[in-house]
């Protein structure tokens, strides 16, 4: 019985901890750097709709999907950041899948994967990472998980976001010069 006869009320019931963690403050430390990881200032992760995927051909066979050699394709993306006095430091993970198509089989495959960090218009930091994955002998497929860290960035960019997925610039670029009258 409660206060003045009334039932027991229950006792409340406990916070989800399905939630992200989100840094108030010095509280949380990263204990391999000791910088303070900053999740609710850290850029969001976006992946253009043609950018996650990636495909190689045999020579000559472009979009002949019986002319595979492999593709890839990147599924979850996630960061990290810390702060310090003057940037933002960012850690990128990827995780992705690599098949070997029609032509192709095991062995190892360089997957060409860009990272951009754009604040608004401004261009804060691009490159590209020559990743090497590969498809074990006797299988046809393979994950794979692409890691870049200690990207520095200025620290205060309200607008900052990362974009990642597979460079296909250089591709596109090389298509346009075979066209003819190009």
């Known amino acids: 019985m409660g206060i003045k006869g009334n039932k027991a009320e229950a006792p409340p019931a406990p916070e989800s901890t399905n939630r992200p963690m989100v840094s108030t403050g010095p509280s949380v ?40 050699i492999y593709q890839a394709s990147i599924a979850n993306v996630t960061r990290q ?17 690599l098949v070997a198509g029609p032509v192709g089989g095991p062995g190892k495959v360089t997957l060409p994967i860009r990272i951009t960090i754009v604040d608004g218009e401004n261009v804060l930091y691009s ?35 990362v974009n990642l997925g597979f460079d296909t610039a250089n591709e596109k670029n090389l298509a346009k010069k075979k066209k003819p009258g190009a």
Not at 134 to 153: S, Y
């Open 29 to 68: 430390i990263d204990p391999t750097t000791g910088a303070q990881v900053v999740q609710a200032t850290c850029p969001r992760i976006y992946m253009h709709d043609d950018s996650v995927f990636y495909r190689t051909y045999a020579k000559g066979a472009k979009d002949d999907p019986q002319q595979v």
């Open 81 to 97: 950041c810390t702060l310090n006095d003057t940037n933002l430091n960012i850690t990128v993970v990827a995780q992705g899948r």
């Open 127 to 161: 490159e590209v990472s020559n990743f090497q994955a590969e498809i074990p002998p006797g299988q046809a497929t393979a994950q794979f998980l692409f890691r870049k860290d200690n990207i520095a960035v200025p620290a205060g960019g309200a607008l900052a976001r």
